[in-house]
């Protein structure tokens, strides 16, 4: 599997702390059979903006650093993009900020609402030539409580990621919930650790991987797991599954009838 969502990089934002931490987390991905990893640090405008070059360098460093101790995957430079008009003054296409340098750029959206002018963000890039990829749905309280909204910004190319630790339930009961929500209906198009340390945010993805499994069938979960990831560090299209329409509940004469077995 591949990891599109990491914070690995040392010292740049709030993950690895040090090279030791970003040696560790690479080593936990490599025993769990992580096939390369896409370095995410948080970019916010007036927060925290590494520059491109300063990631892209990083990177670079990181993999010869791994090599001394026999890790070897792959590390593409990215960002966690922090949705901020003033972004779009920066972005003009594919390249700085997207995913190995390409046409895709992970989004993410404040932990507690969505700015009236997401939508906006969202086709300022798709103008640009860059599609949005929307970092862990599944985490915020908004989209929980109306997943329609995705629906809607799927339908119009924005694709989504999730994270692992929210599918095996390590970020609550809810984020899991929705994490199986969306991958029921086909909403997931990649996935990523989310990882921050070698500690309790680490990037092991092994029990995530198996449970899409189980939960999509094997065929779907290499689209999530492998082949999607692929696609997007290649700049290539990704597949896309028709969106499900959610299973009703049954009603309170729905159940009456299925308990006197009609
Ligand atoms: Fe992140």
């Known amino acids: 599997m591949l990891d599109l969502h990491c914070h690995l990089l040392p010292t740049i934002d709030d993950g690895a702390k040090d090279l030791e931490t970003s040696i560790k987390m690479l080593a936990i991905a490599q025993k769990n059979n992580t096939k390369a990893i896409v370095a995410t640090p948080h970019v916010i405008e007036g927060e925290q903006f590494p520059a491109w070059e300063q990631i892209v360098e990083s990177c670079h460093l990181l993999k010869q650093e791994g090599r001394k101790f026999g890790l070897e995957i792959p590390i593409y430079p990215g960002g966690e993009v922090a949705i901020h008009r003033d972004i779009l003054d920066l972005v003009k296409g594919p390249g700085p900020y997207c995913i190995n340098s390409g046409r895709y750029m992970l989004v993410e959206l404040p932990a507690m609402e969505i700015p009236g002018f997401t939508e906006d963000f969202f086709f300022s890039l798709q103008a640009r030539g860059i599609t949005p990829i929307?970092?862990?749905?599944?985490?915020?309280?908004?989209?929980?409580?109306?997943?329609?909204?995705?629906?809607?910004?799927?339908?119009?190319?924005?694709?989504?990621?999730?994270?692992?630790?929210?599918?095996?339930?390590?970020?609550?009961?809810?984020?899991?919930?929705?994490?199986?929500?969306?991958?029921?209906?086909?909403?997931?198009?990649?996935?990523?650790?989310?990882?921050?340390?070698?500690?309790?945010?680490?990037?092991?993805?092994?029990?995530?991987?198996?449970?899409?499994?189980?939960?999509?069938?094997?065929?779907?979960?290499?689209?999530?797991?492998?082949?999607?990831?692929?696609?997007?560090?290649?700049?290539?299209?990704?597949?896309?599954?028709?969106?499900?329409?959610?299973?009703?509940?049954?009603?309170?004469?729905?159940?009456?009838?299925?308990k006197i077995g009609m």
């Open 134 to 258: 929307l970092a862990h749905p599944e985490r915020h309280p908004v989209l929980a409580k109306d997943p329609e909204i995705i629906v809607e910004w799927i339908r119009r190319g924005v694709l989504t990621q999730v994270n692992g630790a929210s599918i095996i339930g390590r970020m609550g009961e809810r984020p899991m919930k929705m994490t199986e929500l969306l991958l029921s209906r086909n909403m997931v198009h990649c996935i990523g650790s989310d990882a921050h340390s070698d500690r309790h945010r680490n990037p092991d993805l092994t029990k995530a991987a198996e449970k899409i499994v189980a939960l999509i069938g094997l065929e779907k979960a290499r689209q999530v797991l492998t082949s999607n990831s692929q696609k997007i560090i290649d700049s290539q299209d990704v597949e896309i599954f028709e969106i499900q329409q959610p299973h009703k509940k049954a009603g309170i004469f729905q159940k009456l009838l299925n």
